[in-house]
Structure formats: C-alpha cells, structure tokens
T-cell receptor
Framework: GAVVSQHPSRVICKSGTSVKIECRSL??????MFWYRQFPKQSLMLMAT?????????EQGVEKDKFLINHASLTLSTLTVTSAHPEDSSFYIC????????????FGPGTRLTVL | AQSVTQLDSQVPVFEEAPVELRCNYS??????LFWYVQYPNQGLQLLLK??????LVKGINGFEAEFNKSQTSFHLRKPSVHISDSAEYFCAVRPSGNTPLVFGKGTRLSVIA
C-alpha cells in the first residue's frame, strides 16, 4: 500500500534555530500534501495545504513566515520551522494525497519537535 | 465550516466487552467520513472510511462503523475489545473534492483487564 515517510522522527533543538521536516510519498505521486500539528492530548489541527508547484495555503492563525512550506516535487514536501521557540514544540504530521482520489490520503508517522 | 464532535473524551471498558465511540458531524453536503487510531508517539492509522455505498463499513482490527445520514453520525463499534485496542481514536470528515480532513478532538479508549 501507499506509504508516507517523515524525517526526522524526532528532533531537539535550541531556541532560535530553524528546523526542516521532510514528508515523502514513497510509491505514489502526491499532488497535495497537508501539514498538521498536534499538541499533547489534543487533536490534529491543520496548518496548511500544499499543492505541488504552487504556494501553500495556510490556515487562519498560522504564520506563513514562521512555518515555511515547500512542495517542489510530487513526492516531497518540506516544513521549515524558522526561529523555533519552546511554544513550537509539538508533533507535526503530514498527509499526502494523489490527485483525483476520494480517500483520506496517507499520513506520515509524525515528527516530534522539542525546542529547548 | 465542517465540524466533528466526539462526544466522549475518554471511554473505559473492560476487556472482551463491546464498545461504541460516538462521532457526529455538521454538514449539509455529501461528505467522506473516516476513523483513525493513534498509539502513543505514533502517527495515524486508518481504521475505516465511508465514501459511498453501504452505510455499514467494516475496517481493520474488527472495528466497524455505521453512517447515519439523518442523524449525521458515524459511530465506531467493536463487539469485543482487547487490551491492545487501548489508544486514541479520531473521527474525521471532509467534503468531496480536494479538501483537507477536519478532525474531532479524539476519544481515548482504555481497555481494562
């Protein structure tokens, strides 16, 4: 079946540094990828929708200059948390979907970001 | 805007007992419905989905869900739970088209030996 990977699975960084998270669709082409964040014991909140070759669409309240999303190819989207602060510590999950399919898309295993 | 309500934040149940996790959604248009399970520090695993057709949907691990359009519900059921079913369960909905999922707040299922 379709698989989505995320790298790294865990990252710990100092406050003020930038962190890049990769989301890859391993055996299908993902025209659309979604980025979610999940705080402890809470649900997933959509951050942005990323379509290959175009700018990401951010949800209200999500700072586009802080959370940079790039979807340069049909199998890779990246989320860069710039100048990370402790409040950015969270579980970041991506989801990838093939064009035209009605399904949910496939979720990656998530990336745990801890900012000290 | 779409919304999903999971009425119970926590559901404790004894091993081998049946369980129902409730999910209601708000929508006046056709939607696709999903249930996911999340184990600690892991991503989401799709349990089952309703896209069209039969309103009773069978998924993995012995779970099933029934789509009830008149009640806008999509409750998840399992006739006999195991300890290994202890996890967080999320109901999600999305309208047709290339739109993202909207998740409920989740229900923590705790199976007691």
């Amino acid at each position: 079946g379709a698989v989505v990977s995320q790298h790294p699975s865990r990252v710990i960084c100092k406050s003020g540094t930038s962190v890049k998270i990769e989301c890859r669709s391993l055996d299908f082409q993902a025209t659309t990828m979604f980025w979610y964040r999940q705080f402890p014991k809470q649900s997933l909140m959509l951050m942005a929708t990323s379509n290959e070759g175009s700018k990401a669409t951010y949800e209200q309240g999500v700072e586009k200059d802080k959370f940079l999303i790039n979807h340069a190819s049909l199998t890779l989207s990246t989320l860069t948390v710039t100048s990370a602060h402790p409040e950015d510590s969270s579980f970041y999950i991506c989801s990838a979907r093939e064009s035209g399919l009605a399904g949910a898309g496939v979720f990656g295993p998530g990336t745990r970001l801890t900012v000290l | 805007a779409q919304s999903v309500t999971q009425l119970d934040s926590q559901v404790p149940v004894f091993e081998e007992a049946p369980v129902e996790l409730r999910c209601n959604y708000s929508s006046s248009v056709s939607v696709y419905l999903f249930w996911y399970v999340q184990y600690p520090n892991q991503g989401l695993q799709l349990l089952l989905k309703y896209l069209s057709g039969s309103t009773l949907v069978k998924g993995i691990n012995g779970f099933e869900a029934e789509f009830n359009k008149s009640q806008t519900s999509f409750h998840l059921r399992k006739p006999s739970v195991h300890i290994s079913d202890s996890a967080e369960y999320f109901c999600a909905v999305r309208p047709s088209g290339n739109t993202p999922l909207v998740f409920g707040k989740g229900t923590r299922l705790s199976v007691i030996a």
